[in-house]
Structure formats: C-alpha cells, structure tokens
C-alpha cells in the first residue's frame, strides 16, 4: 500500500488480511500507528528527501511573503543579513539552507543526531543547545519530527527568548507547537511573526487579533508540486519492488 495522508490504524491494519508493506510517500509518518503495524507482522516504510525541495521552497515564499507584510504595499524588509537557525538538519533543512546561503542569509543549525562536520561543510554554524536556537535566530525554521519527546516542546520558555521581531516557521507538524506560548508571543512580542505549513488549532484566535503576524497554509502544502509527487510515487515504487524482490528494507521506520 502507497500512501500520503491515509490514515493506517489498527482496523485498517486488521482488514489487510494479506497486507505486507506500507510506504508512506513522504518523510512523515505520524499518519500509520507503527505498533499496531508492527503486531500485524506489516513494515512501513516512508521516502526521505523526495520532497525536501518543495517544502523548503515554500518555506522560503512564507518567510518573504510575511517579510513584505503579506504584499500589502508598505514598505517591508529583506531577508538578505538576517539570521536563519534551522532546528533539526535533515534533507529539508540542508535544501533550504543552501537557498538561503544563496539569497545573503547566515544559517546556523542545531541537531543532536548530525555531527557538527556535516554543518559546517554544508557552510552552516552549527549551535550547541536548542536554547541558542531561539536566541540567535532572526528567523527560526522548525525541522523536528512530531513525537512523544517533541510535542508541545516549543513553549513558552524557549519563545520567550527569540527577538522582539523575530518569525518562527513551521513546515513541520503543528503538534510540536504550545499553541498557548504561541499566542502569548503574539500577544508580548508586538512584532513577532508565526507561518506554518499546517494551520493550528487555534487559528481562528490568531487570525482574529494578529492577522497582519500569522500565516498558514489552508493544507498541508510543502509537498504539493508535481515534481514532489513524482519523486514520491516512482521513489515508493522502486522501494516495493525492492522489498519484494530483494527483501531490502533500507527505508524500514517501525
């Protein structure tokens, strides 16, 4: 099975009688309960990288759309000397650290599973805790997975640190966000700006009293080119018939 945003649980599990192999088109995987497929004897697999570009392309446009102040004809400002602190250096952050390199941004990056050589050879500084992150950052890039550990992590004591005008952007899940810290940044931070790839629980709150200081998408967008999607469709394929010919699991998550 080939999925994207499907939902595999324990009775879609339970109904796949002759089920093998689930490969999620994407680097997600927080739609499939890994367990439940796991007693059921089923591997998933998901496609790293396959949509690193799109994602850290449109995370690029939300930051100079709010940069511009959403086009609405007053002057803005460039993102060209700002800082921009990617959080987790994976294949979306590397792709989007080298466009950023490429428009006069200096990156710094936090990841305590990469070695601080692979930063600095891809020309970032690397950090060495998630609290210089939100200090250092006139731009914070949200780049960690939506776990146990990660839920809600970004709060109010790692807010409060980031500049006055500082924009916090999320291309990864919503849930990683203390949606009450982020309000109250909003509300203590006259400047402070929030985009995500994923609209929040609260959005109708943020966009009642900070329209001009939040953006979100209306769905999960960062995947959705045609480039992306094809990737992600010949990459599940291809891992498929090499599960099915050669047993290869390389991309095995569960």
């Not at 591997?43 to 396959?50: A, E, K």
């Not at 805790?129 to 949200?142: A, H, N, P, W």
């Amino acid at each position: 099975m080939i999925i994207r945003s499907d939902i595999i649980d324990e009775a879609a599990l339970a109904a796949g009688k002759k089920l093998k192999l689930v490969v999620r088109a994407g680097a997600g995987y927080d739609n499939v309960d890994l367990a439940a497929a796991t007693a059921h004897n089923v591997i998933v697999m998901n496609t790293p990288g396959q949509n690193s570009n799109a994602v850290a392309e449109l995370a690029i446009g939300m930051m100079i759309y709010m940069a511009r102040g959403k086009f609405n004809g007053k002057s803005g400002f460039e993102l060209a000397g700002k800082s921009l602190v990617l959080y987790g250096f994976g294949y979306v952050a590397r792709y989007l650290a080298k466009i950023a390199q490429g428009i006069g941004m200096e990156c710094y990056a936090y990841d305590p599973y990469i070695p601080c050589e692979i930063m600095t050879k891809e020309g970032v500084t690397p950090l060495k805790t998630v609290e210089d992150i939100f200090k250092t950052g006139d731009y914070v890039s949200l780049h960690i997975p939506a776990t146990a550990e990660t839920k809600k992590s970004i709060n109010w004591d790692l807010l409060s640190l980031m500049k006055n005008n500082a924009t916090l952007v999320n291309t990864a899940r919503k849930e990683v966000i203390d949606e009450a810290a982020l309000l109250k940044a909003l509300e203590e931070k006259k400047k402070f700006r929030y985009v995500s790839d994923v609209a929040p629980d609260n959005a109708e709150t943020l966009m009642a009293s900070y329209a001009d200081r939040v953006y979100y998408t209306p769905k999960k967008m960062g995947a959705q080119t045609e480039e992306a999607n094809t990737n992600s469709g010949v990459a599940a394929a291809k891992q498929i018939i090499g599960f099915l010919e050669k047993g290869d699991k390389t991309f095995k998550v569960n």
